[in-house]
């Protein structure tokens, strides 16, 4: 191999090596927008047509890690403790049309503050903000939802 | 008590809709596709004869003809068939007792089942026998420990000439190994309920599992044994005076047909089918998470599918067709029955969950504090699905057969030429 025809390669490997990490950037723009004003009702959206299109890994990478802020409601039966707790995403609307309550996990001091705000009653509706750790979706598994490192915001007793 | 029958209209909908089958017969798409893997109920009871033992029974492959021959049903060879039991109510299993069968055929050359009359189940006429070994697992450290092996299934009540005098011959398949009790093979199916709902919304109150027999499982065991720390609690309030209990059914994940021999399985095992209370996969899952549901863990139960208890369907169903008055789902949603799958603090979850406290005796043994086998669980279902105050029911009450007082309770099943 000449000088030259070793320089032509190098130039084109550097080259091909530019524009693979110009669509890595890219694609990872794309995949990460900014969720942080999402609802559940934008994810269910997203869950659904994943269903249809078999774009799970693609959902769960939009959504996994974002810092959401979301209202939801605490069933005192199925939140009684900072180690056991899942929200409703979705009011009662005869029949749920999603099975998932998401799990929460809370930043220090977020859980005692819940129970003061909600305490007992049946059922609190509260605004949580929380990074999505964890999204299952695919073909085989049911969805589910968890939140690490969530802060309560309020709460409104119903 | 007032049961307000459903109408006929309103029987057919409200179950159609629900999904065609029994308790947990063929009620996902997938499973559906796979009979003898597919598990139909749990029941689970202290023991009539003996208050320090408890009674598990699994049963699978739903609605078996008894006139089935000439292959006439059996355990899947390439499945483990699964009675799961969290005994700290975390919804995680404790204990596993494993069923693996094998299957053996005599002569070859004749289609037949048996070649002659049977009188026991060492005759040389019985020509296709299958038996299993039963394992128990312990779940926190994977240690396994095999209680039986080449142990008999019962042979299926083939019919008069084959069998004339069935039952003594099913009973000797019965083993006892050190205080557990074990016994596999087909039985009359104990499950009774409606199931006309497919002939164009047919009459409610027909008692349309009548005659019919299923595979049954049933073990009867030391409650130390499955007891946290091996003692029995003496607490019956105390969340490890209840354990919970489901049955599972898996295959290996890879099978290969070969066009010139028996096909070949590879892979871990998949689970397949599961089933704790009776009805829940059927009335409150949904279409599209059946499968899901089937191959998914009880302990995630909450998080998955528990929108789908706060919020369930049947209600309105129940209003949409027969005009049952159930009152409209609270905006708290319905946290009673998130509370019926929790007693005694444990983890909400789809598990039949039973107290085992001292004191506690076959009596006390009704759904949802375990199940009896007489137990009428559809209409405790739809009454407490409804929640009008008053009760609701298919009309059909109690079971074609007897049960019986000892092991392994379940009534014989029905002959293929009675």
Same mark, same amino acid.
């Given at each position: 191999?000449?000088?030259?025809?070793?320089?032509?390669?190098?130039?084109?490997?550097?080259? !091909?090596?530019?524009?693979?990490?110009?669509?890595?950037?890219?694609?990872?723009?794309?995949?990460?927008?900014?969720?942080?004003?999402?609802?559940?009702?934008?994810?269910?959206? *997203?869950?659904?047509?994943? *269903?249809?299109?078999?774009?799970?890994?693609?959902?769960?990478?939009?959504?996994?890690?974002?810092?959401?802020?979301?209202?939801?409601?605490?069933?005192?039966?199925? !939140?009684?403790?900072?180690?056991? !707790?899942?929200?409703?995403?979705?009011?009662?609307?005869?029949?749920?049309?999603?099975?998932?309550?998401?799990?929460?996990?809370?930043?220090?001091?977020?859980?005692?503050?819940?129970?003061?705000? !909600?305490?007992?009653?049946?059922?609190?509706?509260?605004?949580? *903000?929380?990074?999505?750790?964890?999204? *299952?979706?695919?073909?085989?598994?049911?969805?589910?939802?968890?939140?690490?490192?969530?802060?309560?915001?309020?709460?409104?007793?119903? | 008590?007032?049961?307000?029958?459903?109408?006929?209209?309103?029987?057919?909908?409200?179950?159609?809709?629900?999904?065609?089958?029994?308790?947990?017969?063929?009620?996902?798409?997938?499973?559906?596709?796979?009979?003898?893997?597919?598990?139909?109920?749990?029941?689970?009871?202290?023991?009539?004869?003996?208050?320090?033992?408890?009674?598990?029974?699994?049963?699978?492959?739903?609605?078996?003809?008894?006139?089935?021959?000439?292959?006439?049903?059996?355990?899947?060879?390439?499945?483990?068939?699964?009675?799961?039991?969290?005994?700290?109510?975390?919804?995680?299993?404790?204990?596993?007792?494993?069923?693996?069968?094998?299957?053996?055929?005599?002569?070859?050359?004749?289609?037949?089942?048996?070649?002659?009359?049977?009188?026991?189940?060492?005759?040389?006429?019985?020509?296709?026998?299958?038996?299993?070994?039963?394992?128990?697992?312990?779940?926190?450290?994977?240690?396994?420990?095999?209680?039986?092996?080449?142990?008999?299934?019962?042979?299926?009540?083939?019919?008069?000439?084959?069998?004339?005098?069935?039952?003594?011959?099913?009973?000797?398949?019965?083993?006892?190994?050190?205080?557990?009790?074990?016994?596999?093979?087909?039985?009359?199916?104990?499950?009774?309920?409606?199931?006309?709902?497919?002939?164009?919304?047919?009459?409610?109150?027909?008692?349309?599992?009548?005659?019919?027999?299923?595979?049954?499982?049933? $073990?009867?065991?030391?409650?130390?044994?499955?007891?946290?720390?091996?003692?029995?609690?003496?607490?019956?309030?105390?969340?490890?005076?209840?354990?919970?209990?489901?049955?599972?059914?898996?295959?290996?994940?890879?099978?290969?047909?070969?066009?010139?021999?028996?096909?070949?399985?590879?892979?871990?095992?998949?689970?397949?089918?599961?089933?704790?209370?009776?009805?829940?996969?059927?009335?409150?899952?949904?279409?599209?998470?059946?499968?899901?549901?089937?191959?998914?863990?009880?302990?995630?139960?909450?998080?998955?599918?528990?929108?789908?208890?706060?919020?369930?369907?049947?209600?309105?169903?129940?209003?949409?067709?027969?005009?049952?008055?159930?009152?409209?789902?609270?905006?708290?949603?319905?946290?009673?029955?998130?509370?019926?799958?929790?007693?005694?603090?444990?983890?909400?979850?789809?598990? $039949?969950?039973?107290?085992?406290?001292?004191?506690?005796?076959?009596?006390?043994?009704?759904?949802?504090?375990?199940?009896?086998?007489?137990?009428?669980?559809?209409?405790?279902?739809?009454?407490?699905?409804?929640?009008?105050?008053?009760?609701?029911?298919?009309?059909?009450?109690?079971?074609?057969?007897?049960?019986?007082?000892?092991? /392994?309770? $379940?009534?014989? /099943?029905?002959?293929?030429?009675?």
């Amino acid at each position: 191999m000449t000088t030259r025809t070793m320089i032509l390669v190098v130039l084109a490997v550097a080259a !091909c090596g530019r524009n693979d990490q110009r669509k890595v950037i890219a694609r990872d723009v794309a995949v990460r927008p900014d969720l942080s004003h999402a609802t559940q009702a934008d994810l269910a959206v *997203e869950v659904d047509q994943a *269903e249809r299109r078999g774009t799970w890994r693609e959902v769960r990478k939009r959504w996994e890690g974002q810092r959401l802020h979301w209202t939801v409601t605490r069933h005192a039966s199925l !939140c009684a403790s900072a180690s056991a !707790c899942n929200v409703a995403a979705f009011p009662v609307k005869r029949p749920a049309q999603y099975g998932w309550l998401p799990g929460l996990t809370f930043a220090p001091g977020e859980y005692a503050k819940l129970d003061a705000w !909600c305490g007992n009653t049946p059922s609190c509706e509260i605004e949580i *903000e929380g990074t999505l750790s964890r999204l *299952e979706l695919s073909g085989e598994l049911p969805t589910s939802v968890h939140f690490d490192r969530v802060r309560v915001l309020g709460a409104h007793k119903s | 008590m007032n049961k307000k029958l459903l109408s006929a209209a309103g029987l057919s909908i409200i179950a159609g809709a629900i999904t065609a089958t029994a308790s947990s017969h063929r009620e996902a798409p997938m499973i559906g596709e796979d009979q003898f893997a597919d598990n139909t109920d749990v029941y689970a009871f202290i023991s009539p004869g003996d208050s320090n033992k408890l009674v598990l029974v699994a049963d699978y492959v739903p609605l078996l003809l008894p006139q089935s021959g000439p292959n006439f049903y059996r355990f899947a060879e390439d499945a483990q068939y699964d009675i799961n039991i969290d005994n700290d109510g975390d919804a995680v299993p404790d204990w596993t007792y494993r069923y693996e069968f094998e299957t053996a055929v005599k002569n070859g050359n004749t289609f037949l089942y048996n070649v002659g009359a049977v009188d026991s189940l060492d005759s040389p006429n019985l020509n296709v026998t299958q038996t299993y070994s039963l394992w128990k697992i312990n779940r926190k450290d994977g240690s396994r420990q095999r209680i039986m092996s080449g142990a008999p299934v019962a042979p299926w009540n083939v019919g008069k000439r084959s069998f004339p005098n069935y039952e003594p011959v099913a009973l000797q398949a019965i083993r006892d190994a050190n205080g557990t009790k074990s016994f596999a093979g087909p039985r009359d199916e104990p499950f009774f309920v409606d199931l006309h709902v497919f002939d164009l919304l047919g009459v409610g109150g027909a008692p349309t599992t009548d005659g019919v027999n299923v595979m049954s499982l049933v $073990l009867e065991v030391p409650i130390t044994e499955i007891a946290k720390g091996g003692t029995r609690p003496t607490s019956s309030t105390d969340m490890t005076s209840v354990v919970g209990i489901n049955a599972s059914a898996s295959r290996p994940q890879i099978r290969i047909l070969r066009k010139g021999r028996d096909a070949d399985d590879y892979g871990k095992m998949i689970q397949v089918s599961r089933l704790g209370w009776p009805l829940i996969n059927e009335v409150i899952v949904p279409l599209k998470d059946k499968d899901k549901y089937n191959r998914s863990e009880p302990k995630n139960d909450v998080e998955n599918f528990g929108a789908y208890i706060l919020d369930p369907e049947v209600p309105k169903l129940l209003n949409l067709v027969l005009g049952a008055g159930c009152p409209a789902t609270p905006a708290g949603g319905r946290t009673d029955i998130v509370g019926l799958l929790a007693p005694n603090g444990t983890k909400p979850a789809d598990l $039949l969950r039973i107290n085992i406290a001292q004191g506690q005796t076959n009596a006390q043994s009704h759904f949802p504090n375990g199940r009896a086998l007489a137990d009428d669980v559809t209409d405790t279902l739809l009454t407490v699905a409804c929640n009008n105050g008053g009760a609701i029911g298919d009309g059909v009450n109690a079971n074609d057969k007897a049960f019986t007082t000892s092991f /392994p309770y $379940l009534a014989s /099943p029905h002959s293929g030429n009675p």
